[in-house]
């Protein structure tokens, strides 16, 4: 057996049939019933001519069908393409297009936006979740009949970044297994072959988690996690996928606007043990409601949250820290779509502070300059994060884009996907922010994340984006779009350029301020910055 993600989910099924894989709302569905109804799906795709290479669309919200989905996909060895629940018919037809799909399903709510759609070359299948797709799976057989796999076979997912039109990832199953989805063993040591998740790994599930958690704490004896980022971004879909091929148990977000209350109460009842943040989008709403409310739930399950894809801020953590005893850990990694861990922080349970966009380095990454060469430690410069070891294959249909993020330093291959950092002296690295976000004013260069991090921890400020505005004297100018905690007045422009000049160089502090109700930002916690170019320029 190889690294295919198909092979390896159905060695977890038959060595634990009945244990809860699934839970959304009041639908729960065990390894066995997940593994019949994605055989049964299977037959579906194959007998309407969708097979190896071919390229299947989700428009799904959060749902068991978006898993049986994606997994009948790889049992036929063809490519679930993730479609951002959020986008309208036009985004929908872009993608159709850019990905070359062959089949469409979505989910009900969804329907109005498929009806615009000019029926293509997709239409080979086209299926609404709910009662069609029920008809179809209950004429179809659940046996496991399906073409020997490889772990060549590709993964794609599409990323919208934080600018530009969608891009496809292009991932070998192998490749992704271990780099994004835990390796069979989710917190723990990955794998060393495929027959270690029958029977040594799930038979001893207390392994996982454990190097996280401090000495005599055997933490849950089954993982169960929760993602506060839908299946349709890398969060919520390698989490849902790292657990159930750890033979675990996802416990998917059920409702479609963020609700803290909800999301505990989902806590308590599943007994969850792990939970992952969208940064401060996530991060600062939990804390402010655990706060507000002490001891409304039982939360003393978790031991593990983590955060990636967007800001958590020191002062975040350490409250989450304080409001949760149970959590020993709050693990955040740098990574992408490209890269999914390119350097981590962990703040522990009684530890010293934690730092906002501070991380630790691993043996993989570096921090390079324009020519490719690594940047010396305490030098103070920027250079770009860099990554090596496992690596996407390129980005679907763009050359061009893919010889820029993937490239050879000293005949290894490296993935550079955008983030700008410094390194200290004793190899600590600091992020800045996204080189395709980088604003030049004056000749210098002001990354908006670094500012946004320390705007965030002014006491008025709930959330806030940084953006570049156009100026005839500078090139462009630093303006700051925030939103303000709840009952307090709105910073002054001279209180905001105060707080900053107190932790950064005074050309990076904003030269205007503008205060919004809330920030808009994607499912996966990322700023719109389109959106706040516009609020910025008004």
């Known amino acids: 057996m190889e690294f295919n993600l198909a092979d390896l989910f159905e060695a977890v099924a038959d060595a634990v049939p009945d244990r809860m894989a699934v839970v959304c709302g009041d639908r729960r569905l065990t390894y066995r019933e997940l593994e019949a109804r994605a055989n049964q799906f299977a037959h579906v795709l194959a007998a309407s001519g969708v097979g190896v290479g071919d390229h299947v669309g989700l428009y799904l919200h959060n749902s068991p069908e978006f898993l049986e989905v994606m997994l009948a996909c790889f049992k036929v060895r063809a490519v679930p393409i993730n479609v951002n629940d959020r986008y309208v018919a036009g985004e929908v037809e872009h993608l159709v297009d850019d ?17 615009q759609l000019v029926p293509g070359s997709w239409a080979r299948l086209a299926v609404e979740a709910g009662p069609d797709y029920e008809a179809l799976i209950a004429d179809a057989a659940a046996t496991r009949d399906f073409e020997p796999r490889s772990g060549d076979d590709h993964y794609i997912l599409y990323t919208g970044g934080t600018t530009g039109r969608p891009k496809g990832v292009v991932w070998r199953h192998e490749d992704i297994f271990f780099t994004a989805m835990g390796g069979g063993n989710p917190g723990g040591p990955p794998l060393d072959a495929p027959e270690q998740l029958v029977p040594a790994n799930l038979a001893n599930p207390n392994q996982r988690l ?38 675990g148990m996802i416990v998917l977000y059920d409702l479609d606007t963020m609700d803290m209350a909800h999301v505990l109460g989902l806590v308590e009842r599943e007994h969850v043990g792990m939970l992952t943040l969208v940064g401060d989008a996530t991060g600062r709403p939990l804390l402010d409601h655990l706060t507000a409310h002490p001891g409304a739930t039982d939360t003393s399950s978790l031991r593990l949250l983590g955060s990636g894809g967007s800001i958590l801020s020191g002062d975040v953590k350490d409250g989450l820290l304080d409001a ?18 390119q350097a981590v922080a962990i703040t522990t349970q009684g530890g010293p502070p934690s730092r906002s966009l501070t991380f630790a380095p691993k043996a993989e990454t570096m921090v390079v300059d324009d020519e490719l060469l690594p940047l010396s430690p305490g030098s103070g410069l920027v250079g770009r994060l860099a990554t090596r070891g496992r690596a996407p294959l390129r980005y679907h249909k763009d ?58 921890a002014h006491p008025a400020i709930a959330d806030v984006v940084v953006i570049g505005v156009a100026d005839e004297t500078w090139g462009q100018r630093v303006v700051a779009v925030v939103a303000c905690s709840d009952g307090v007045v709105a910073p002054t422009l001279g209180d905001v350029r105060a707080h900053c000049h107190t932790h950064l160089a005074g050309y990076k502090a904003p030269r205007a301020v503008h205060v919004v109700p809330a920030i808009r930002r994607s499912a996966a916690g990322k700023p719109d910055y389109a959106w706040a170019a516009k609020v910025a320029s008004g």
């Not at 929760?226 to 849902?240: E, M």
């Not at 949760?324 to 861990?341: D, H, Q, R």
């Not at 010889?403 to 550079?416: K, N």
């Open 324 to 341: 949760i005893p149970s959590v020993a850990v709050v693990l955040e990694a740098i990574g992408s779509s490209e890269s999914p861990s």
């Open 99 to 115: 990905a070359d799909l062959v089949a469409l399903v979505w989910s009900p709510a969804l329907a109005p936006e498929v009806e």
């Open 210 to 247: 454990t190097p996280f958690l401090p000495d005599g704490d055997p933490g849950p004896g089954e993982l169960v996690a929760l993602s506060l980022g839908p299946l349709a971004h890398a969060s919520g879909q390698w989490l849902a996928l790292g657990a159930l091929l750890g033979g």
């Open 399 to 456: 050359p061009e884009r893919s010889a820029r993020t993937f490239v050879e330093i000293d005949g290894e291959r490296w993935t550079l996907p955008g983030d700008m950092a410094t390194v200290d002296a004793d190899g600590t690295i600091n992020l800045v922010g996204r080189g395709s976000l980088c604003i030049n004013t004056g000749g210098e260069k002001v990354y908006p994340e670094e500012v946004e991090a320390v705007l965030k």
